[in-house]
Protein backbone atom coordinates (compact mmCIF):
# COMPACT_ATOMS: atom_id res chain seq x y z
CA UNK A 1 0.00 0.00 0.00
CA UNK A 2 1.44 3.68 -1.32
CA UNK A 3 1.44 6.36 1.27
CA UNK A 4 1.60 9.72 0.97
CA UNK A 5 2.15 12.53 3.26
CA UNK A 6 3.77 15.55 3.56
CA UNK A 7 6.12 16.58 5.88
CA UNK A 8 6.71 20.49 7.17
CA UNK A 9 10.33 21.26 8.32
CA UNK A 10 11.46 24.70 9.60
CA UNK A 11 15.11 24.95 10.35
CA UNK A 12 17.53 27.55 10.65
CA UNK A 13 21.24 27.05 10.43
CA UNK A 14 23.96 29.45 11.46
CA UNK A 15 26.94 30.42 9.08
CA UNK A 16 30.29 29.30 10.06
CA UNK A 17 31.14 33.19 10.56
CA UNK A 18 28.00 33.21 12.80
CA UNK A 19 29.10 30.26 14.89
CA UNK A 20 32.92 32.10 15.04
CA UNK A 21 31.17 34.85 16.34
CA UNK A 22 29.22 33.16 19.16
CA UNK A 23 32.60 31.47 20.10
CA UNK A 24 34.30 34.80 20.39
CA UNK A 25 31.36 36.02 22.77
CA UNK A 26 31.69 33.21 25.22
CA UNK A 27 35.38 33.58 25.81
CA UNK A 28 36.35 35.36 28.73
CA UNK A 29 39.20 37.79 28.19
CA UNK A 30 42.40 35.74 28.89
CA UNK A 31 40.67 32.83 26.62
CA UNK A 32 40.02 35.70 23.78
CA UNK A 33 43.68 36.87 24.60
CA UNK A 34 44.70 33.43 23.72
CA UNK A 35 42.55 32.85 20.45
CA UNK A 36 43.68 36.22 18.88
CA UNK A 37 46.84 34.85 19.38
CA UNK A 38 46.13 31.84 18.00
CA UNK A 39 44.46 33.60 14.42
CA UNK A 40 47.74 36.26 14.28
CA UNK A 41 49.70 32.71 13.61
CA UNK A 42 47.19 31.48 11.13
CA UNK A 43 46.77 34.42 8.91
CA UNK A 44 49.75 36.27 8.08
CA UNK A 45 47.10 38.93 6.16
CA UNK A 46 46.48 40.09 9.66
CA UNK A 47 48.90 42.39 12.17
CA UNK A 48 48.94 43.82 15.43
CA UNK A 49 50.27 47.21 16.93
CA UNK A 50 49.62 50.57 14.79
CA UNK A 51 49.25 50.80 11.22
CA UNK A 52 52.70 52.59 10.13
CA UNK A 53 52.14 56.17 8.49
CA UNK A 54 52.44 55.21 4.75
CA UNK A 55 51.39 57.22 2.01
CA UNK A 56 48.55 55.28 -0.62
CA UNK A 57 48.32 56.08 -4.22
CA UNK A 58 44.68 56.99 -5.16
CA UNK A 59 43.86 53.48 -7.04
CA UNK A 60 41.09 54.50 -9.51
CA UNK A 61 38.27 52.43 -10.26
CA UNK A 62 38.79 51.36 -13.55
CA UNK A 63 36.10 50.13 -16.51
CA UNK A 64 38.78 47.40 -17.56
CA UNK A 65 38.48 43.98 -17.72
CA UNK A 66 40.76 44.07 -14.23
CA UNK A 67 41.06 39.85 -14.86
CA UNK A 68 42.14 39.05 -19.15
CA UNK A 69 41.54 35.26 -19.78
CA UNK A 70 44.76 32.39 -19.52
CA UNK A 71 44.35 29.10 -20.79
CA UNK A 72 41.31 29.35 -21.18
CA UNK A 73 40.59 30.18 -17.01
CA UNK A 74 38.57 33.09 -15.97
CA UNK A 75 37.96 34.51 -12.38
CA UNK A 76 35.22 36.51 -12.33
CA UNK A 77 35.34 40.18 -11.79
CA UNK A 78 32.66 39.81 -8.95
CA UNK A 79 34.89 36.82 -7.44
CA UNK A 80 37.26 39.28 -6.19
CA UNK A 81 37.20 42.99 -5.96
CA UNK A 82 40.52 44.22 -5.18
CA UNK A 83 39.40 47.73 -4.15
CA UNK A 84 37.67 46.31 -1.08
CA UNK A 85 41.19 45.17 0.28
CA UNK A 86 42.47 48.59 -0.74
CA UNK A 87 42.64 51.51 1.82
CA UNK A 88 43.86 54.86 0.99
CA UNK A 89 43.30 55.77 5.04
CA UNK A 90 46.37 55.43 6.97
CA UNK A 91 44.07 54.64 10.25
CA UNK A 92 41.60 51.36 10.55
CA UNK A 93 37.94 51.74 10.19
CA UNK A 94 37.66 51.15 13.38
CA UNK A 95 38.11 52.05 16.80
CA UNK A 96 38.45 49.19 19.10
CA UNK A 97 41.11 50.50 21.64
CA UNK A 98 39.54 51.10 25.09
CA UNK A 99 40.53 54.79 26.21
CA UNK A 100 39.01 53.61 29.83
CA UNK A 101 43.12 53.57 31.28
CA UNK A 102 45.42 56.47 30.97
CA UNK A 103 48.53 56.79 28.45
CA UNK A 104 50.69 55.08 31.63
CA UNK A 105 48.58 52.47 32.60
CA UNK A 106 50.68 49.47 31.56
CA UNK A 107 49.55 45.12 32.23
CA UNK A 108 52.12 43.92 34.48
CA UNK A 109 52.52 40.59 34.38
CA UNK A 110 54.51 39.44 38.17
CA UNK A 111 56.77 36.60 37.63
CA UNK A 112 56.49 33.91 40.88
CA UNK A 113 58.49 30.59 41.10
CA UNK A 114 57.46 27.35 39.62
CA UNK A 115 56.14 25.39 42.96
CA UNK A 116 56.78 22.16 44.46
CA UNK A 117 54.27 19.70 43.99
CA UNK A 118 53.22 18.06 47.12
CA UNK A 119 54.25 14.64 46.24
CA UNK A 120 57.91 16.01 45.70
CA UNK A 121 57.77 18.53 49.53
CA UNK A 122 57.10 14.94 50.73
CA UNK A 123 60.23 13.32 49.33
CA UNK A 124 62.19 16.10 49.87
CA UNK A 125 61.36 15.78 54.03
CA UNK A 126 62.32 11.79 53.52
CA UNK A 127 66.05 13.36 52.85
CA UNK A 128 66.23 14.35 56.28
CA UNK A 129 65.55 10.79 57.52
CA UNK A 130 68.43 8.51 58.09
CA UNK A 131 66.99 5.08 56.28
CA UNK A 132 67.99 2.33 54.41
CA UNK A 133 67.99 1.48 50.96
CA UNK A 134 64.93 -0.70 51.38
CA UNK A 135 62.91 1.76 53.75
CA UNK A 136 63.09 4.79 51.26
CA UNK A 137 61.94 2.66 48.80
CA UNK A 138 58.66 1.71 51.24
CA UNK A 139 58.87 5.28 52.54
CA UNK A 140 58.61 6.79 48.47
CA UNK A 141 56.00 4.06 47.55
CA UNK A 142 54.06 5.06 50.15
CA UNK A 143 54.02 9.14 49.26
CA UNK A 144 53.29 7.81 45.86
CA UNK A 145 50.19 6.35 47.78
CA UNK A 146 49.24 9.39 49.09
CA UNK A 147 46.08 11.29 47.39
CA UNK A 148 45.67 15.16 46.97
CA UNK A 149 43.63 15.56 50.62
CA UNK A 150 47.03 13.96 52.37
CA UNK A 151 45.25 10.01 52.87
CA UNK A 152 46.23 6.92 51.89
CA UNK A 153 42.89 5.45 51.65
CA UNK A 154 44.55 2.31 50.52
CA UNK A 155 44.62 -0.67 53.14
CA UNK A 156 48.12 -1.97 54.05
CA UNK A 157 47.81 -5.19 53.15
CA UNK A 158 47.08 -3.99 49.95
CA UNK A 159 50.27 -1.85 49.60
CA UNK A 160 52.26 -4.88 50.76
CA UNK A 161 50.81 -6.97 47.53
CA UNK A 162 50.69 -3.75 45.29
CA UNK A 163 55.03 -3.24 46.32
CA UNK A 164 55.69 -7.19 45.34
CA UNK A 165 54.34 -7.19 42.02
CA UNK A 166 54.68 -3.96 40.58
CA UNK A 167 58.39 -3.19 42.18
CA UNK A 168 60.01 -6.43 42.97
CA UNK A 169 59.80 -4.89 46.57
CA UNK A 170 59.03 -7.99 49.50
CA UNK A 171 57.86 -6.71 53.03
CA UNK A 172 54.90 -7.24 55.50
CA UNK A 173 52.57 -5.16 56.98
CA UNK A 174 54.56 -4.55 60.27
CA UNK A 175 57.95 -3.35 58.40
CA UNK A 176 55.43 -1.36 56.36
CA UNK A 177 53.04 0.08 59.31
CA UNK A 178 56.97 1.26 60.96
CA UNK A 179 57.86 2.95 57.79
CA UNK A 180 54.36 4.72 58.05
CA UNK A 181 55.14 6.14 61.50
CA UNK A 182 58.10 8.05 59.79
CA UNK A 183 55.48 9.35 57.18
CA UNK A 184 53.55 10.44 59.73
CA UNK A 185 56.42 12.92 61.11
CA UNK A 186 56.40 15.11 57.71
CA UNK A 187 54.64 17.98 57.65
CA UNK A 188 51.89 19.18 57.09
CA UNK A 189 51.01 17.59 60.46
CA UNK A 190 48.09 14.90 59.55
CA UNK A 191 49.78 13.91 56.34
CA UNK A 192 49.81 10.12 55.74
CA UNK A 193 46.42 9.02 57.48
CA UNK A 194 44.09 6.27 56.89
CA UNK A 195 40.82 8.20 58.21
CA UNK A 196 40.10 11.57 58.92
CA UNK A 197 40.12 10.36 62.95
CA UNK A 198 43.82 9.25 62.46
CA UNK A 199 43.98 12.52 60.76
CA UNK A 200 43.17 14.58 63.60
CA UNK A 201 44.51 12.36 66.22
CA UNK A 202 48.38 13.04 64.72
CA UNK A 203 47.71 16.67 64.83
CA UNK A 204 47.00 16.64 68.13
CA UNK A 205 49.66 14.57 69.48
CA UNK A 206 52.26 16.98 68.01
CA UNK A 207 50.45 19.85 69.49
CA UNK A 208 52.56 20.31 73.14
CA UNK A 209 50.27 18.91 75.04
CA UNK A 210 47.80 20.86 77.99
CA UNK A 211 44.55 19.60 79.37
CA UNK A 212 42.17 20.44 76.92
CA UNK A 213 44.39 18.80 74.40
CA UNK A 214 44.87 15.52 76.35
CA UNK A 215 40.28 15.55 76.68
CA UNK A 216 40.17 16.31 72.70
CA UNK A 217 43.02 13.30 71.90
CA UNK A 218 40.39 11.50 74.85
CA UNK A 219 37.35 12.07 72.65
CA UNK A 220 38.89 11.31 69.38
CA UNK A 221 40.11 8.05 70.63
CA UNK A 222 37.09 7.07 72.63
CA UNK A 223 34.01 8.85 71.88
CA UNK A 224 34.78 9.96 68.27
CA UNK A 225 31.21 8.95 67.12
CA UNK A 226 29.27 11.43 69.91
CA UNK A 227 31.64 13.94 68.94
CA UNK A 228 30.82 14.16 65.05
CA UNK A 229 26.96 13.69 65.90
CA UNK A 230 27.70 16.82 68.11
CA UNK A 231 25.94 14.82 71.33
CA UNK A 232 27.82 17.22 73.92
CA UNK A 233 25.52 16.00 76.79
CA UNK A 234 26.69 12.62 76.25
CA UNK A 235 30.58 14.19 76.55
CA UNK A 236 29.39 15.84 79.34
CA UNK A 237 28.12 12.79 81.34
CA UNK A 238 30.94 10.73 80.41
CA UNK A 239 33.91 12.93 81.16
CA UNK A 240 32.33 14.41 84.31
CA UNK A 241 33.59 17.77 82.96
CA UNK A 242 32.02 21.43 82.79
CA UNK A 243 31.23 23.26 79.69
CA UNK A 244 33.87 25.31 79.38
CA UNK A 245 36.40 22.16 79.90
CA UNK A 246 34.29 20.71 76.81
CA UNK A 247 34.04 23.97 74.62
CA UNK A 248 38.05 24.36 75.13
CA UNK A 249 38.41 20.94 73.72
CA UNK A 250 36.78 21.38 71.11
CA UNK A 251 37.99 24.32 69.75
CA UNK A 252 41.16 22.12 69.67
CA UNK A 253 39.60 20.13 67.70
CA UNK A 254 38.12 22.58 65.11
CA UNK A 255 41.75 24.31 64.68
CA UNK A 256 42.81 20.96 62.96
CA UNK A 257 42.41 20.71 59.44
CA UNK A 258 41.39 17.79 57.83
CA UNK A 259 42.66 17.95 54.85
CA UNK A 260 46.28 18.29 55.62
CA UNK A 261 47.47 17.74 51.36
CA UNK A 262 44.56 20.73 50.56
CA UNK A 263 47.14 23.61 51.57
CA UNK A 264 49.27 22.36 48.88
CA UNK A 265 46.35 21.76 46.13
CA UNK A 266 46.63 25.47 44.59
CA UNK A 267 50.15 25.00 44.66
CA UNK A 268 50.39 21.76 42.49
CA UNK A 269 48.36 23.20 39.70
CA UNK A 270 48.69 26.02 37.05
CA UNK A 271 47.72 29.02 39.35
CA UNK A 272 44.98 30.81 37.45
CA UNK A 273 43.62 34.01 38.27
CA UNK A 274 40.28 35.79 37.45
CA UNK A 275 40.68 38.35 34.96
CA UNK A 276 37.28 40.99 35.20
CA UNK A 277 35.98 41.64 31.62
CA UNK A 278 34.55 44.48 33.04
CA UNK A 279 34.95 46.96 35.62
CA UNK A 280 31.56 49.36 37.40
CA UNK A 281 33.41 52.10 39.05
CA UNK A 282 31.08 54.59 41.35
CA UNK A 283 32.02 58.05 40.57
CA UNK A 284 29.87 61.41 41.77
CA UNK A 285 27.17 58.84 42.23
CA UNK A 286 27.14 57.87 39.12
CA UNK A 287 27.61 54.30 37.76
CA UNK A 288 30.23 54.14 35.23
CA UNK A 289 30.77 50.98 33.27
CA UNK A 290 34.35 50.20 30.92
CA UNK A 291 35.56 47.05 29.17
CA UNK A 292 38.69 45.72 29.58
CA UNK A 293 41.10 46.85 27.50
CA UNK A 294 42.97 43.65 26.27
CA UNK A 295 39.43 43.00 24.68
CA UNK A 296 40.34 45.55 22.15
CA UNK A 297 43.45 44.91 20.64
CA UNK A 298 44.87 47.40 17.79
CA UNK A 299 44.46 44.96 14.68
CA UNK A 300 44.62 46.52 11.28
CA UNK A 301 45.22 43.82 7.59
CA UNK A 302 48.69 43.77 6.15
CA UNK A 303 49.73 46.39 3.64
CA UNK A 304 52.11 44.04 2.39
CA UNK A 305 48.92 41.90 1.49
CA UNK A 306 47.06 44.88 0.06
CA UNK A 307 50.39 46.25 -1.68
CA UNK A 308 50.74 42.39 -3.46
CA UNK A 309 46.85 42.60 -4.78
CA UNK A 310 47.92 45.93 -5.98
CA UNK A 311 50.69 44.58 -8.27
CA UNK A 312 48.55 41.86 -9.56
CA UNK A 313 46.00 44.24 -10.61
CA UNK A 314 48.45 46.33 -12.27
CA UNK A 315 49.94 43.61 -14.15
CA UNK A 316 48.99 43.02 -17.73
CA UNK A 317 50.18 39.67 -18.05
CA UNK A 318 48.75 37.93 -15.02
CA UNK A 319 50.08 33.91 -14.91
CA UNK A 320 48.40 31.26 -13.55
CA UNK A 321 50.89 30.74 -10.65
CA UNK A 322 49.32 34.33 -9.86
CA UNK A 323 45.82 33.84 -10.42
CA UNK A 324 46.54 30.74 -7.26
CA UNK A 325 48.46 33.79 -5.20
CA UNK A 326 45.50 35.84 -5.55
CA UNK A 327 43.08 33.36 -4.67
CA UNK A 328 44.94 33.37 -1.13
CA UNK A 329 45.80 36.51 -0.84
CA UNK A 330 41.77 37.33 -1.39
CA UNK A 331 40.67 34.43 1.29
CA UNK A 332 43.26 35.86 4.27
CA UNK A 333 42.39 39.40 3.38
CA UNK A 334 38.64 38.34 3.96
CA UNK A 335 39.33 36.20 7.04
CA UNK A 336 41.19 39.42 8.52
CA UNK A 337 38.65 42.21 7.44
CA UNK A 338 36.13 39.64 9.26
CA UNK A 339 38.37 38.83 11.97
CA UNK A 340 38.48 42.91 13.08
CA UNK A 341 34.54 43.31 12.39
CA UNK A 342 33.72 40.25 14.36
CA UNK A 343 36.16 41.38 17.60
CA UNK A 344 34.43 45.26 17.09
CA UNK A 345 30.83 42.85 17.38
CA UNK A 346 31.91 40.63 20.24
CA UNK A 347 33.12 44.19 22.15
CA UNK A 348 30.10 45.60 21.32
CA UNK A 349 27.91 42.82 22.20
CA UNK A 350 29.45 42.47 25.56
CA UNK A 351 29.21 46.43 26.59
CA UNK A 352 25.51 46.91 25.94
CA UNK A 353 24.95 43.32 27.79
CA UNK A 354 26.18 44.48 30.66
CA UNK A 355 25.57 47.69 30.68
CA UNK A 356 21.86 46.56 30.98
CA UNK A 357 22.40 44.12 33.47
CA UNK A 358 24.13 47.34 35.21
CA UNK A 359 21.42 49.42 35.11
CA UNK A 360 18.67 46.47 35.64
CA UNK A 361 20.34 46.25 39.19
CA UNK A 362 21.32 49.93 39.64
CA UNK A 363 20.07 49.80 43.38
CA UNK A 364 22.79 46.68 43.87
CA UNK A 365 25.70 48.44 42.35
CA UNK A 366 25.35 51.84 44.25
CA UNK A 367 25.72 50.15 47.15
CA UNK A 368 25.96 46.63 47.06
CA UNK A 369 23.40 45.36 49.30
CA UNK A 370 22.42 41.98 47.92
CA UNK A 371 18.89 42.27 49.49
CA UNK A 372 18.66 44.77 46.49
CA UNK A 373 19.27 42.52 43.76
CA UNK A 374 16.20 42.49 41.47
CA UNK A 375 14.65 39.09 40.22
CA UNK A 376 16.24 39.26 36.38
CA UNK A 377 15.99 36.47 34.15
CA UNK A 378 18.39 36.19 30.65
CA UNK A 379 15.08 36.91 29.10
CA UNK A 380 14.83 40.04 30.57
CA UNK A 381 18.15 41.90 29.45
CA UNK A 382 17.27 39.98 26.12
CA UNK A 383 14.75 41.70 25.86
CA UNK A 384 16.04 45.20 26.58
CA UNK A 385 19.15 45.01 24.46
CA UNK A 386 17.54 43.04 21.21
CA UNK A 387 19.64 40.25 21.46
CA UNK A 388 19.25 36.19 21.86
CA UNK A 389 18.56 34.44 24.74
CA UNK A 390 21.71 32.37 24.10
CA UNK A 391 23.57 35.52 23.51
CA UNK A 392 22.92 36.98 26.40
CA UNK A 393 23.44 33.28 28.26
CA UNK A 394 27.15 33.07 26.36
CA UNK A 395 28.27 36.72 28.39
CA UNK A 396 26.47 35.82 31.58
CA UNK A 397 27.97 32.41 31.94
CA UNK A 398 31.78 33.47 31.21
CA UNK A 399 32.51 36.54 32.53
CA UNK A 400 33.42 38.63 35.74
CA UNK A 401 33.11 42.21 36.46
CA UNK A 402 35.21 43.84 38.99
CA UNK A 403 32.58 46.23 40.96
CA UNK A 404 33.41 48.68 44.60
CA UNK A 405 32.56 45.03 46.11
CA UNK A 406 34.15 42.57 44.87
CA UNK A 407 34.95 40.89 41.43
CA UNK A 408 31.42 38.86 40.46
CA UNK A 409 30.42 36.39 38.14
CA UNK A 410 28.06 38.25 36.40
CA UNK A 411 25.61 34.92 36.19
CA UNK A 412 25.03 35.73 39.88
CA UNK A 413 23.08 38.68 39.32
CA UNK A 414 20.11 36.51 37.66
CA UNK A 415 17.50 34.48 39.87
CA UNK A 416 14.31 34.00 39.98
CA UNK A 417 11.31 35.79 41.28
CA UNK A 418 9.25 34.87 44.28
CA UNK A 419 6.16 36.38 46.00
CA UNK A 420 6.73 38.20 49.51
CA UNK A 421 3.35 38.45 51.80
CA UNK A 422 2.25 41.78 49.42
CA UNK A 423 2.51 39.43 46.32
CA UNK A 424 5.56 41.40 45.24
CA UNK A 425 8.22 40.23 43.10
CA UNK A 426 11.53 39.44 45.04
CA UNK A 427 14.67 37.67 44.03
CA UNK A 428 15.76 34.58 45.30
CA UNK A 429 19.11 36.00 46.25
CA UNK A 430 17.40 38.27 48.50
CA UNK A 431 15.28 35.93 50.18
CA UNK A 432 18.73 33.51 50.59
CA UNK A 433 20.79 36.49 51.74
CA UNK A 434 17.80 37.03 55.00
CA UNK A 435 18.10 33.31 54.73
CA UNK A 436 22.31 33.33 55.59
CA UNK A 437 21.67 36.37 58.05
CA UNK A 438 19.01 34.78 60.11
CA UNK A 439 21.37 31.60 60.77
CA UNK A 440 24.59 33.94 61.50
CA UNK A 441 22.55 35.66 64.23
CA UNK A 442 20.78 32.31 65.64
CA UNK A 443 21.68 31.29 69.03
CA UNK A 444 24.73 28.80 68.00
CA UNK A 445 24.07 26.31 71.36
CA UNK A 446 20.28 25.86 70.02
CA UNK A 447 20.53 26.20 66.66
CA UNK A 448 17.21 26.67 64.10
CA UNK A 449 16.21 23.64 62.42
CA UNK A 450 14.49 24.41 58.87
CA UNK A 451 10.70 24.60 59.75
CA UNK A 452 11.97 27.28 62.60
CA UNK A 453 14.06 28.73 59.80
CA UNK A 454 10.91 28.95 57.44
CA UNK A 455 8.68 30.39 60.63
CA UNK A 456 10.97 33.23 61.19
CA UNK A 457 11.45 34.34 57.12
CA UNK A 458 7.66 33.73 56.62
CA UNK A 459 7.18 36.82 59.48
CA UNK A 460 9.36 39.26 58.15
CA UNK A 461 7.34 38.71 54.72
CA UNK A 462 8.48 35.80 52.83
CA UNK A 463 6.11 32.89 52.92
CA UNK A 464 8.90 30.33 52.12
CA UNK A 465 8.02 26.33 52.78
CA UNK A 466 10.22 24.53 54.81
CA UNK A 467 11.78 22.39 51.86
CA UNK A 468 12.33 25.70 50.09
CA UNK A 469 14.45 26.55 52.70
CA UNK A 470 16.53 23.28 53.29
CA UNK A 471 17.54 23.62 49.60
CA UNK A 472 18.30 26.69 50.19
CA UNK A 473 20.12 26.39 52.98
CA UNK A 474 22.72 23.21 51.23
CA UNK A 475 23.12 26.23 48.11
CA UNK A 476 24.84 28.14 50.58
CA UNK A 477 26.70 25.26 51.66
CA UNK A 478 25.20 25.61 55.37
CA UNK A 479 24.79 22.55 57.40
CA UNK A 480 21.28 21.09 58.97
CA UNK A 481 21.28 22.50 62.25
CA UNK A 482 22.22 19.54 64.39
CA UNK A 483 25.72 20.55 62.55
CA UNK A 484 25.19 24.16 63.39
CA UNK A 485 25.38 23.17 67.35
CA UNK A 486 28.18 24.82 69.58
CA UNK A 487 28.80 24.23 72.82
Not at 390 to 400: E, G, I
Not at 416 to 428: F, I
Not at 474 to 481: G, N, R, S, T
Given at each position: MLKQHLQLKLSQKLSPQQIQLMKLIQLPTQAFEQRLKEELVENPALETG?????????????????????????IDADEINIDEYLSNDETPDYKLQANNYSDDDEDRSLPFAAP???????????????????????????VGSIDDMGYIR??????????????????????????????????????????????????????TPTEAIELAIDILENQFDAFTKKHYDKLLQKYDISQEQLRKAIDEIE??????????????????????????????????????????PELHVSKDYQEMLQTYKESREKSSSQKDAVQFIKQKLDSAKWFIDAIK?????????????????????????????????????????GLDI???????????VETPYGTKLIKEFFS?????????????IEIKKILQNVIEEEDKSKPLPDDKLADIL??????????????????????????????
Open positions: KEDAMEHDEYEDDNYDEYDDYDNERVSFHQDLINQLNTFILSDSEREIAEFLRDIQDIVDDMAFTQGIYTDEQNVERILNIIHELEPSGVGARDLQECLLLQLRHKKLNPKPGGSFDTNSRTVEHVVPDFSIRLIDGELELSLNGRNAQRNETLFVTMNAIMHYQQEYFLDGDETKLKPMILKDIADMVSTVSRVANSKYEAMKNDQGEDVSTKEKGYPIARRTIAKYREQLDIPVARMRKKI
